[in-house]
């Protein structure tokens, strides 16, 4: 069973049409749940770590929120440039590994 | 900016051969990572590596994979005898800090078995 399910898949937006992605889990203990951006051949980029529900996090365009359940990651007037693939890590507590879902790519349209 | 830097970018191996994949971290971190992700697949972790030794590892490291951290600023990833389900694009990751906070990513190589 995935404990990292990121919805939708992919995505296209307008530039300038905001939405949010979602990141939902489900783990015994959360350690941690991280956001990465991920352009086609390259290496992930971090974004952000949340550790408690409730907690945001900001940069530029983008804001991560956190529940007890989810997190999700909206963007606010998004550029081309945003395309990418958005991936989330959750890190739970005990000896289990960092698990990726399996991301959403964006696209946006100029 | 310091970066991540990793070679070969590519690497084509027969079945059963040794490969050493090799990282250079960004200078002054201290924390090191390999994962792995199968074309059109998710990023899987391998391995956590700190004050040189493992910290944490997933059920892929088995045996056939070891890291080393031979000198100041290298970081190897090994795969002993490589199968073909080990073609994937490999990515090398370093942070000051523990807990997968602020990792930052190589650009990958991408190992090919045949």
């Known amino acids: 069973e995935d404990q990292v399910t990121q919805s939708p898949e992919a995505l296209r937006l307008q530039e300038g049409e905001s939405s949010s992605l979602n990141c939902s889990y489900t783990?015994?203990?959360?350690?941690?749940l991280f956001w990465y951006r991920q352009d086609p051949g390259k290496g992930p980029e971090f974004l952000f770590t949340?550790?408690?529900a409730g907690e945001e996090k900001e940069k530029e365009r983008l804001k991560a929120t956190l529940t007890k359940k989810e997190s999700f990651l909206h963007i606010t007037a998004p550029k081309p440039e945003d395309s990418a693939t958005y991936l989330c890590?959750?890190?739970?507590?005990?000896?289990?590994?960092?698990?990726f879902g399996k991301g959403t790519r964006l696209s946006v349209i100029a | 900016e310091p970066e991540v830097t990793q070679t070969p970018s590519h690497q084509v191996t027969q079945m059963g051969q040794e490969v050493i994949l090799r990282c250079v971290p960004i200078s002054n971190h201290l924390y090191f990572y390999w994962y792995r992700q199968i074309l059109g697949q998710k990023v899987e972790f391998l391995v956590s590596?700190?004050?040189?030794?493992?910290?944490?590892k997933s059920e892929i490291f088995d045996d056939q994979f070891s890291v080393e951290r031979p000198d100041g600023s290298n970081f190897t990833l090994k795969i002993r005898s490589t199968k073909l389900e080990d073609s994937a694009m490999y990515f090398c990751?370093?942070?000051?800090?523990?807990?997968?906070?602020?990792?930052?990513f190589g650009p990958g190589t991408r190992l090919t078995v045949l």
């Open positions: 590596f700190y004050n040189n030794e493992i910290s944490e």
């Open positions: 890590a959750v890190l739970n507590s005990g000896n289990t590994p960092l698990v």
């Open positions: 949340l550790y408690s």
């Open positions: 990751a370093s942070s000051t800090s523990g807990g997968y906070n602020e990792q930052f």
């Open positions: 783990v015994s203990g959360l350690r941690g």
